[in-house]
């Protein structure tokens, strides 16, 4: 598997000196970090206590250490990037948790990881790889059986990619614009079941990544602007948000979410979208 990004971009990225102090609840999560912590213990109070947990991809994870609080998970993480598990470890160790951190690419993973995990989560992984079946058929291989497997991917095809391509068209490039409907069909083809996907959060254009424009460029002034005033705009959203309902659209929606479950038998590649993904269509169009 190619990565779009490459394990240079990943190093530099992680790198920076841009850690944070692990979540200790919920509290200390932001508005759209709150929607995820709520997604990941619903699914995690439907397992018995200690579930296994893996996260794909968990450079600097706040997640690791916040599910091993939170919901008493037992976590791994894997990433190939050094710098980044250096950080995921520092995080865990912060939060005086127990969690293992393998600095190991997730494709050619050592074999005790492979099936022995009830919930795999990737965030921002899988759309750096051109072949999004065969990335999520490897990610579904650490799963046990009835295992779930959550995917999230920043909304490319929304507001979010406009601004990224707009701002940082080099960024861009290494994603694959994904919607739900591109989701959900890579995780049928993979054999996964009881598949649901959807956009997730109203709004977040803090996902815009400026990383590696020129800073000597006037120009980089002007981005950075321009992002802070969509980043005010999507938490003057989040404040209407905790009063009323904001459904997340495809527009302005900053994550698409796709979840499924190891070792029921895939629909035939001629069924065509899984029915929620055509339940969520009509929803998103019902709605406006």
């Known amino acids: 598997m190619i990565d779009r990004a490459g394990r240079e971009y990943w190093d530099g990225l992680w790198g920076t000196d841009d850690t944070r102090d692990p979540p200790r609840d919920r509290a200390d999560l932001d508005h759209v970090e709150q929607q995820f912590g709520?997604?990941?213990?619903?699914?995690?109070?439907?397992?018995?206590q200690h579930a296994r947990v893996l996260e794909i991809g968990c450079a600097r994870s706040i997640w690791l250490p916040y599910?091993?609080?939170?919901?008493?998970?037992?976590?791994?993480?894997?990433?190939?990037?050094?710098?980044?598990?250096?950080?995921a470890r520092?995080?865990?160790a912060q939060a005086r948790v127990e969690g293992e951190i393998v600095c190991a690419d997730a494709f050619a993973p050592p074999p005790e990881l492979v099936g022995a995990f009830d919930l795999v989560f990737s965030f921002g992984v899988v759309e750096h790889f051109s072949d999004t079946?065969?990335?999520?058929?490897?990610?579904?291989?650490?799963?046990?059986?009835?295992?779930?497997?959550?995917?999230?991917?920043?909304?490319?095809?929304g507001g979010v990619g406009l601004a990224q391509r707009?701002?940082?068209?080099?960024?861009?490039?290494?994603?694959?614009?994904?919607?739900?409907?591109?989701?959900?069909?890579?995780?049928?083809?993979?054999?996964?079941?009881?598949?649901?996907?959807?956009?997730?959060?109203?709004?977040?254009?803090?996902?815009?990544?400026l990383y590696g424009v020129d800073k000597e460029q006037w120009t980089t002034r002007i981005k950075e602007?321009?992002?802070k005033i969509l980043v005010k705009f999507s938490v003057a959203l989040w404040a209407v948000e905790r009063r009323v309902a904001v459904p997340a659209t495809r527009a302005f929606a900053g994550y698409v979410v796709c979840t499924g479950d190891r070792d029921v038998a895939p629909p035939p590649e001629s069924s065509g979208e899984p029915p929620d993904i055509v339940r969520d269509r009509v929803a998103r169009r019902s709605s406006g």
């Open 38 to 48: 709520r997604l990941f213990e619903d699914m995690l109070a439907r397992r018995l």
């Open 225 to 227: 602007v321009v992002r």
């Open 166 to 209: 707009l701002l940082n068209p080099n960024v861009f490039a290494i994603h694959v614009p994904l919607g739900p409907a591109d989701l959900a069909q890579a995780y049928a083809r993979a054999g996964l079941a009881g598949v649901h996907a959807r956009h997730f959060a109203a709004s977040n254009f803090g996902v815009v990544n």
């Open 67 to 87: 599910l091993a609080l939170i919901c008493s998970a037992s976590v791994t993480g894997i990433d190939y990037s050094e710098a980044g598990c250096h950080q």
């Open 133 to 157: 079946t065969a990335a999520v058929a490897a990610f579904a291989r650490f799963l046990r059986p009835g295992g779930t497997l959550v995917t999230i991917v920043p909304n490319m095809r």
């Open 90 to 92: 520092a995080l865990l």
